[in-house]
């Protein structure tokens, strides 16, 4: 007995820009009000974020603001960054909302925890390089200068290089996701996956290169997992595979 496919009744064109224009208005708020409430915050936030820099600091060395305006448009920033991070469940949802009800019951069946786990993942990537990478690489850094320049790090600078870092680990724990979607939609299979493993694992060096300080550590650091995160990827799209032929079959 086949599926049942979806049974929503397709709606106007109108109706759909209308939906999708109170499902944005709805994530900008939701990002709003996470803002409102971690502005009061904001010097805070960015002492921890600062935080594996600064007790890296030689003694007597602090974190400076070359520009009038960095003390209060830096923390403003982050904070903004923050509010979006944290509303990103929410903003999540409401995309779903609006694709779910031309979506099939079996792709939601997928759809679901695909998506539940991206956005675990994002999160797992952010907190990996705060907690891994940044120690590592800042220990890297502020002990291989000359030893008469004195390290000062401008406060907006810092701010710049850790949302790279947060946004590159953070996407590239999304490679699971990118696998099995790829297997999911018929792109290629694991077998196919498998086999341009070594061209893979050199991708992640490269894109570890790209994305990464200009230092060995960060670069492995970002590569190593993006290559055991794609093996993670191929695993689970055996299942995807596995399930779609007993399905069919």
Request: with cysteine.
């Given at each position: ?38 502005f ?11 935080e ?5 600091l ?33 903003v ?14 079996h ?24 907690f891994?990478?940044f ?6 850094f ?5 030893a ?71 670069q ?30």
């Open positions: 007995m086949s599926e049942p496919e979806s049974t929503d009744q397709p709606l106007p064109l109108v109706a759909h820009l209308t939906e999708l224009r109170d499902r944005l208005l709805r994530a900008l708020l939701a990002v709003l009000i996470v803002f409102i409430g971690l009061p915050f904001a010097n805070e936030i960015y002492t921890f974020v600062s594996p820099l600064r007790e890296l030689p003694p007597g060395a602090t974190m400076i603001a070359t520009e009038v305006a960095s003390p209060f448009l830096t923390p403003f920033k982050l904070t903004l960054f923050a509010a979006v991070f944290l509303a990103i469940p929410y999540l949802y409401q995309v779903w909302s609006f694709i779910a009800p031309g979506m099939y019951r792709e939601k069946k997928l759809a679901i925890p695909l998506l539940v786990s991206s956005v675990a993942l994002f999160y797992a990537g952010a907190a990996f390089a705060y891994a990478v120690p590592l690489i800042f220990a890297f502020t002990s291989t200068g000359p008469d320049i004195a390290i000062m790090t401008d406060i907006n600078s810092y701010l710049d290089f850790v949302l790279k870092l947060f946004f590159a680990f953070g996407l590239a724990f999304e490679i699971p996701i990118a696998a099995v979607l790829l297997i999911w939609t018929g792109i290629t299979t694991p077998e196919s996956l498998a086999k341009k493993r070594p061209y893979i694992i050199v991708g992640c060096f490269v894109v570890g290169m790209l994305l990464t300080p200009p230092d060995v550590i960060s492995a650091l970002l590569a190593i997992p993006m290559w055991l995160l794609f093996e993670l990827g191929v695993y689970f799209g055996r299942f995807v595979t596995r399930n779609r032929k007993d399905e069919g079959g």
